[in-house]
Protein backbone atom coordinates (compact mmCIF):
# COMPACT_ATOMS: atom_id res chain seq x y z
CA UNK A 1 0.00 0.00 0.00
CA UNK A 2 1.22 3.68 -0.74
CA UNK A 3 1.70 6.56 1.44
CA UNK A 4 -1.46 8.37 -0.32
CA UNK A 5 -3.69 5.13 -0.05
CA UNK A 6 -2.82 5.07 3.87
CA UNK A 7 -3.64 8.58 4.12
CA UNK A 8 -7.01 8.15 1.51
CA UNK A 9 -8.20 5.10 3.51
CA UNK A 10 -7.60 7.35 6.93
CA UNK A 11 -9.51 10.43 5.95
CA UNK A 12 -11.77 7.88 4.26
CA UNK A 13 -12.84 6.35 7.48
CA UNK A 14 -13.66 10.12 8.60
CA UNK A 15 -16.00 10.86 5.87
CA UNK A 16 -18.05 7.52 6.41
CA UNK A 17 -18.23 8.02 10.67
CA UNK A 18 -19.19 11.26 9.62
CA UNK A 19 -22.18 10.12 7.60
CA UNK A 20 -23.20 7.92 9.72
CA UNK A 21 -23.22 10.16 12.73
CA UNK A 22 -25.42 12.72 10.69
CA UNK A 23 -27.72 10.39 8.70
CA UNK A 24 -31.21 11.00 8.91
CA UNK A 25 -31.26 13.46 11.78
CA UNK A 26 -33.00 16.64 11.68
CA UNK A 27 -32.06 20.17 12.67
CA UNK A 28 -33.10 19.32 16.73
CA UNK A 29 -31.58 16.12 17.07
CA UNK A 30 -28.43 17.41 15.61
CA UNK A 31 -28.32 20.27 17.93
CA UNK A 32 -29.14 17.92 20.54
CA UNK A 33 -26.84 17.56 24.02
CA UNK A 34 -26.76 14.74 26.41
CA UNK A 35 -25.99 17.27 29.13
CA UNK A 36 -25.67 21.18 29.61
CA UNK A 37 -22.18 22.21 28.40
CA UNK A 38 -21.56 19.05 26.15
CA UNK A 39 -20.51 18.88 22.35
CA UNK A 40 -23.52 18.55 19.60
CA UNK A 41 -23.44 16.35 16.75
CA UNK A 42 -23.20 19.53 15.02
CA UNK A 43 -20.63 21.68 16.64
CA UNK A 44 -18.62 17.97 16.68
CA UNK A 45 -18.72 17.47 12.48
CA UNK A 46 -18.53 21.32 12.37
CA UNK A 47 -15.43 21.69 13.89
CA UNK A 48 -13.59 18.33 12.77
CA UNK A 49 -14.43 19.61 9.54
CA UNK A 50 -13.40 22.98 10.22
CA UNK A 51 -9.97 21.77 11.51
CA UNK A 52 -9.19 19.81 8.73
CA UNK A 53 -9.91 22.44 6.01
CA UNK A 54 -8.13 24.65 8.28
CA UNK A 55 -5.27 22.26 8.77
CA UNK A 56 -4.95 20.99 5.25
CA UNK A 57 -5.21 24.25 3.16
CA UNK A 58 -1.86 25.95 5.40
CA UNK A 59 -0.12 22.76 3.98
CA UNK A 60 -1.40 23.23 0.76
CA UNK A 61 -1.18 26.96 0.96
CA UNK A 62 -4.47 27.66 -0.02
CA UNK A 63 -7.23 29.27 0.75
CA UNK A 64 -9.48 27.57 2.81
CA UNK A 65 -12.72 26.02 1.59
CA UNK A 66 -14.15 27.60 4.59
CA UNK A 67 -14.06 31.18 2.73
CA UNK A 68 -13.05 30.27 -1.03
CA UNK A 69 -16.46 28.10 -1.48
CA UNK A 70 -18.54 30.24 0.81
CA UNK A 71 -18.98 27.91 3.83
CA UNK A 72 -18.78 30.75 5.86
CA UNK A 73 -21.57 32.38 4.50
CA UNK A 74 -24.06 29.06 4.64
CA UNK A 75 -23.80 28.24 7.99
CA UNK A 76 -23.82 31.87 9.13
CA UNK A 77 -22.12 31.17 12.62
CA UNK A 78 -21.56 34.00 14.83
CA UNK A 79 -17.60 33.37 14.97
CA UNK A 80 -14.68 35.20 12.52
CA UNK A 81 -14.11 33.71 9.62
CA UNK A 82 -10.93 32.11 11.28
CA UNK A 83 -12.58 30.45 14.05
CA UNK A 84 -12.13 26.66 13.63
CA UNK A 85 -13.54 25.66 17.51
CA UNK A 86 -10.53 25.59 19.50
CA UNK A 87 -11.84 26.61 22.69
CA UNK A 88 -15.67 27.45 22.77
CA UNK A 89 -17.17 27.23 25.27
CA UNK A 90 -21.01 25.78 25.54
CA UNK A 91 -22.39 28.90 24.59
CA UNK A 92 -20.60 28.61 21.17
CA UNK A 93 -21.01 25.07 20.72
CA UNK A 94 -25.33 25.97 21.22
CA UNK A 95 -24.82 28.87 18.62
CA UNK A 96 -23.79 25.67 16.06
CA UNK A 97 -27.07 25.72 14.88
CA UNK A 98 -27.82 23.95 11.53
CA UNK A 99 -31.40 22.77 9.65
CA UNK A 100 -30.26 19.64 8.08
CA UNK A 101 -27.29 17.11 8.26
CA UNK A 102 -26.67 18.01 4.30
CA UNK A 103 -24.96 21.36 5.31
CA UNK A 104 -22.66 19.07 7.32
CA UNK A 105 -22.02 16.66 5.09
CA UNK A 106 -21.63 18.87 1.66
CA UNK A 107 -18.81 21.03 3.64
CA UNK A 108 -17.26 17.75 5.24
CA UNK A 109 -17.30 16.11 1.70
CA UNK A 110 -15.89 19.17 0.19
CA UNK A 111 -12.66 19.72 2.54
CA UNK A 112 -12.26 15.68 2.33
CA UNK A 113 -12.00 15.74 -1.68
CA UNK A 114 -9.48 18.33 -1.42
CA UNK A 115 -7.39 16.27 1.38
CA UNK A 116 -7.72 13.32 -0.58
CA UNK A 117 -6.41 14.95 -3.94
CA UNK A 118 -3.96 16.82 -2.16
CA UNK A 119 -2.40 13.76 -0.18
CA UNK A 120 -2.62 11.62 -3.44
CA UNK A 121 0.55 13.53 -4.72
CA UNK A 122 2.48 13.31 -1.25
CA UNK A 123 5.33 10.93 -1.50
CA UNK A 124 7.41 9.47 1.78
CA UNK A 125 10.23 12.31 1.31
CA UNK A 126 7.23 15.21 1.94
CA UNK A 127 6.58 13.53 5.32
CA UNK A 128 9.79 14.98 6.91
CA UNK A 129 9.31 18.69 5.64
CA UNK A 130 8.77 21.19 8.80
CA UNK A 131 5.56 22.81 8.38
CA UNK A 132 5.64 24.57 12.22
CA UNK A 133 8.95 25.76 13.93
CA UNK A 134 6.80 27.12 17.00
CA UNK A 135 7.46 23.44 18.70
CA UNK A 136 10.05 21.76 19.72
CA UNK A 137 10.55 19.56 18.41
CA UNK A 138 9.63 21.20 15.08
CA UNK A 139 6.20 19.46 13.39
CA UNK A 140 6.71 17.78 10.38
CA UNK A 141 4.28 17.15 7.30
CA UNK A 142 3.77 13.45 8.59
CA UNK A 143 3.03 14.40 12.59
CA UNK A 144 0.19 17.16 11.24
CA UNK A 145 -1.50 14.78 8.98
CA UNK A 146 -1.60 12.08 11.84
CA UNK A 147 -2.78 15.28 14.31
CA UNK A 148 -5.63 16.16 11.92
CA UNK A 149 -6.88 12.31 11.43
CA UNK A 150 -6.35 11.73 15.09
CA UNK A 151 -8.79 15.19 15.97
CA UNK A 152 -10.50 14.17 13.39
CA UNK A 153 -11.49 10.47 14.28
CA UNK A 154 -12.05 11.21 17.91
CA UNK A 155 -14.81 13.94 17.07
CA UNK A 156 -16.21 11.69 14.50
CA UNK A 157 -16.70 8.86 17.29
CA UNK A 158 -17.76 11.26 19.15
CA UNK A 159 -20.57 12.26 16.72
CA UNK A 160 -21.41 8.80 16.40
CA UNK A 161 -21.96 8.28 20.26
CA UNK A 162 -24.41 10.99 20.82
CA UNK A 163 -26.19 10.00 17.93
CA UNK A 164 -26.64 6.95 19.74
CA UNK A 165 -27.68 8.59 22.58
CA UNK A 166 -30.44 10.64 20.45
CA UNK A 167 -31.99 7.90 18.91
CA UNK A 168 -32.27 6.18 22.32
CA UNK A 169 -34.01 8.93 23.15
CA UNK A 170 -31.80 9.44 26.27
Same mark, same amino acid.
Do not use: C, K
Given at each position: ?33 ? /????? *?? =? %? ?8 ? !??? #?? $? ?50 ? /????? *?? =? %? ?8 ? !??? #?? $? ?37
Amino acid at each position: MELAEVLADGFGRVQEVVHEAVEGLDGGQLVWSP /APGAN *TI =A %WLVWHLTRVQ !DDH #VA $DLMGTEQLWTAQGWLDRFALPFPAADIGYGHRPDDVDAVRVDSADLLTGYHD /AAHEA *TT =A %WVAGLTEDDL !DRI #VD $DAWDPPVTLGVRLVSVLSDDLQHAGQAAYVRGLVLRGT
